[in-house]
């Protein structure tokens, strides 16, 4: 288990919009751009092999820029294809907070970052005490049904509560702003609280108009 003092100061930002990584989860990537199989080239040469997903937004003077939240994943898993592309396998390790970006030679962005925010991203698992998972799963099943949606619904319901809310939270057709509420939510408890309202929203006309 990484600690807090092998974390490094700075690491590589991935922007990637509506794209989700939690701690302990599990996010599968297509890596093809130049400057980010470049990214990927030395990321594997360091040792904790450490990427920073991060979600891009605009600033309010209309220029690009990022989230000050994103979420570290370490590179556990990757092949690469014929045409020299990488599928790759991030398990998320901590939430990080961008202090600053920092320039150099490097194509892909690196940045500065603080950890001491999410000390808890670090134990273990987490629980959700107060966790009426038969109401969730009701609202949870309205919301696959307004958008077509099946899954093993056996799985769900066996889940511990840290895997359900977090996978939900990552793989689920949310908006990429709803994406990083959930990514920023404190704790496990108002990550689910957090996930219940997006979808009660969503199914009373919230998210009507992007259902296809």
Known sequence: MIKLGDLPDSIPLFPLSGALLLPRGKLPLHIFEPRYLQMLEDCMKTPQRLVGMIQPRRHHDGQPGLCQIGCAGRLTAFSETEDGRYMITLSGVSRFRVLREMGGFTPYIRAEVS?????????????????????????????????????????????????????????????????????????????????????EYAMHGGGEENVQ
């Open 115 to 199: 950890w001491q925010d999410f000390a808890r991203d670090l134990g273990v698992a987490e629980h959700d005490p107060g966790f009426e998972r038969d109401r969730f799963m009701g609202v949870l099943k309205r919301y696959f049904g307004s958008r077509g949606l099946d899954t093993d619904w056996e799985a769900l319901k066996d889940a511990e509560d840290e895997l359900l809310i977090n996978s939900l939270s990552m793989l689920l057709p949310l908006e990429p702003e709803d994406k990083q509420a959930l990514l920023e939510a404190p704790c496990l408890v108002t990550r689910r609280e957090t996930l219940t309202t997006l979808l």
